[in-house]
């Protein structure tokens, strides 16, 4: 009985989210780290929260893990709690310190790594490593943090020579510890890194490009805060030469990031915290990532279109537009979930979002999400351009006001293939300063 109460709990814990930036708004997401295990991609995050009245708690409260798989073009299923901190059996009970954790795969085994006080306050945190056959879990928690290291921000990296390493923080420094082939325990001493700038450092992530060793850090300078910076090396134990900045200072809040190679795109994922307005209750990012011929990397200006093509099936948040026209975004009003909606929409106003992957004429109708005071006016779904081909057309609703919200549907009116930019065009009568909100569009087949 136990066992199949368990199952059914499982099963009510997965939520699904979109990703256009930010990636999940059901709950806070943080420090997330993305790996590609055969093919998928996988996001190992922290997990911000707000704390019950009467609890006392950090500043950062942080009680476990969650992690997340890509499912269809642009949805992140989520997979629940699958570290809570009173699970963790060397650590300290209640401590809401559930930082930054990693995962990465050796052989046919995954290797969870995170860190949390200890319940023996031997140091501000250790590590500690979980074991799994699967990417997803359930992970089966070793009794004990590994021995020789402290630190916070585990970062892994298993050389083509089927070493790995560990990058750990620690204040001010970096360090990297080579590990047993068990992946449990250390191999040698722990090396502290050199190379890097003065200043606090954390959340190191190493990754290997073109022969050379990359370690990403988040830096803070003190006139600008927190920023994603990096360094390269012939040797995955340094010396590195820093080499600059992949991102720049975000609201004079942390950001803390991984770097992936997704279907041949490099992706910077990071955190923000636009959701929550409060820089201790963030949501995580992505967005793409692009290298010089010489090596060096672009710097990365976080956007709202985020990544990957949206397919049939996946809801499309349009206020995460590529382009707008005549119109606003502000956060959605009612009963509907955290984000954003299109507001404030007048005559021949237009949001274009782009790369919608329709497969092969995939989509037959066409959902979307409207609320609105009024009774006149129509908006359009149309390709590429404010003038391109017509594909839907909506008539405005009243739904019984502005925040008033309502699903409707039409058949879309031409066969639509492959990746296309769609534009929303807005009409009514001119003068109308107000059509329709907008918040989301799906296809469906």
């Not at 630190?151 to 080579?178: C, E, F, H, N, W």
């Not at 050199?194 to 850090?217: I, S, W």
Request: hydrophobic fraction near 35%; glycine fraction near 10%; include cysteine.
């Amino acid at each position: 009985m136990k066992l199949k109460l368990t199952f059914l709990i499982t099963c009510f814990t997965i939520v699904y989210g979109v990703s256009q930036n930010p990636l999940v708004t059901h709950i806070y997401t943080a420090d997330p780290t993305a790996r590609v295990f055969d093919g998928k991609l996988y996001l190992y995050p922290s997990h911000d929260i707000v704390p019950d009245n009467g609890v006392e708690a950090p500043r950062f409260c942080m009680p476990d893990y969650h992690m997340f798989s890509l499912e269809n073009g642009n949805t992140w299923k989520d997979y629940g709690v699958i570290l809570d901190q009173n699970e963790v059996p060397w650590g300290k009970k209640n401590s809401y310190g559930m930082w930054a954790p990693d995962c990465i795969k050796k052989g046919n085994t995954y290797y969870y790594y995170y860190p949390a006080a200890p319940s023996d306050d031997s140091a501000f945190r250790r590590i500690g490593v979980g074991t799994s056959k699967s990417p997803t879990g359930p992970f089966k928690w070793e009794k004990d943090y590994i021995k020789g290291v402290s630190g916070i921000d585990p970062g892994l990296l298993i050389d083509d020579d089927g070493k790995a390493y560990m990058y750990v923080a620690s204040g001010k420094t970096l360090q990297v510890v080579r590990l047993k082939d068990n992946m449990k325990e250390i191999d040698g001493e722990v090396i502290q890194i050199e190379g890097l700038p003065k200043g606090y450092m954390e959340g190191p992530f190493p990754f290997k490009y073109n022969d050379m060793y990359y370690l990403t850090f988040a830096h803070v300078f003190p006139d600008e805060g927190y920023t994603i910076a990096y360094a390269v090396s012939k040797n995955p134990t340094g010396p590195f030469v820093y080499s600059g900045k992949i991102m720049d200072n975000i609201d004079n809040g942390t950001n803390h990031h991984s770097v992936v190679n997704y279907n041949g795109k490099w992706i910077l994922f990071y955190h923000w915290w636009d959701i929550s307005g409060y820089n201790k209750l963030r949501s995580m990012r992505a967005d793409y990532m692009e290298f010089k011929k010489d090596g060096s990397i672009k710097k990365v200006k976080p956007t709202l279109r985020g990544i990957l093509n949206p397919k049939v099936g996946d809801t499309i948040q349009v206020d995460r537009y590529s382009d707008i026209s005549g119109a606003k975004t502000a956060f959605v009003g009612g009963n509907e979930p955290k984000g954003w909606m299109v507001c404030d929409t007048k005559m021949m106003s237009n949001v274009r979002f782009n790369g919608v992957d329709f497969g092969n004429d995939e989509a037959k109708k066409l959902q979307a999400r409207i609320a609105c005071g009024q009774r006149i006016g129509s908006f359009e779904v149309r390709l590429n351009n404010p003038k391109g081909k017509l594909i839907a057309e909506f008539p405005v609703e009243f739904t019984g006001g502005w925040n008033t919200w309502k699903t409707i549907e039409t058949d879309l009116l031409e066969s639509v293939s492959g990746i296309q930019d769609i534009v929303m065009v807005f009409k009514s009568e001119w003068g109308a300063t107000k059509i329709v909100n907008l918040n989301w569009l799906l296809f469906k087949n």
